[in-house]
């Protein structure tokens, strides 16, 4: 193996370690600074948020029978891959994997908000009536399985170099906390991070019980995304103060059962179409 593919392996099986300091650094921060006092118990949520996310962690990599890196690794130099061009500088398939694997993960997010059945899969993740940097685990193990397997098809047919993959997999673990953290950011560093990326508080419009809210700032990692296909939101219509989070159709009681975790998918939730974004 190569140096970078050495260091990539590394990362990855070092992620956790990732994992763990950012999630002490944002709890500390919503313990001593919260934005907003949350209404349900927090050892609960963390809890079952928690359970959720070592449940993908430990079933993916043996449902595909290998990780996202270990896949990249296989399909390196692919003679039918899109980046594996000869004439394509090595930055340049770093960052074209950087940025066309953000812009999959807003597509995706896109459907599991219109497709009605996939919103079904995706409700688990908007029924939290609070919002802190947890929220970032809580999704169905559906889910969980079905968005592991377009990004595996991606790595596939594009061949990213595996330091790309292994990088994005941490950008991933660290924008998805930061932009779920119960903090609210100085004025001025909101206002700058917005030109780039995702901030808590472009996500909390999306976390939104105003269904056409829900369809605004899906990106993961970059905003530019949503400014360039019009899903971008600057404020919520009520204002930060006065929103509330989560979907009328979960109470606050059930949203943190682990029967409407599990049976969440299965259930006659209804998804009206796609609605005209609020006035900006």
Known sequence: MTATTDLAVKISKDSQWVLIGVFALMATLETVAPWRK????????????SLLYLFGAVFFPLIFGAGSVAVA??????????????????????????LAVD???????????????????????????DFDFTNEFRFHPFEGTLSQAVFLAAIVLLAPPPLAVAVDAVLVIVFGMFEHVNVKLPAAAERILRRAVITP?????????????????????????DRLFGTYAETPSRGFEAMEFGVEEVGLAECIRPLHMLVAPFRSFEKRPVPEPPPQ
Request: charged share 15%; aromatic share 12%.
């Open 73 to 98: 690794i296989a399909v390196a130099g692919s003679p039918h891959a899109l980046l594996t061009r000869r004439e394509i500088p090595y930055a340049l398939q770093f960052a074209a994997w950087i």
């Open 201 to 225: 508080g472009l996500h909390r419009i999306h976390h939104s019980m105003d269904e056409r809210e829900q369809h605004q700032n899906l990106g993961t990692v970059f905003v530019w995304w």
């Open 103 to 129: 812009l999959l993960r807003y597509g995706l997010h896109r459907l599991y908000h219109s497709v009605s059945w996939l919103w079904r899969i995706h409700l688990l993740h908007h029924s939290d009536r």
């Open 38 to 49: 949350l209404q349900l118990p927090t050892v609960q949520r963390w809890t079952l948020h």
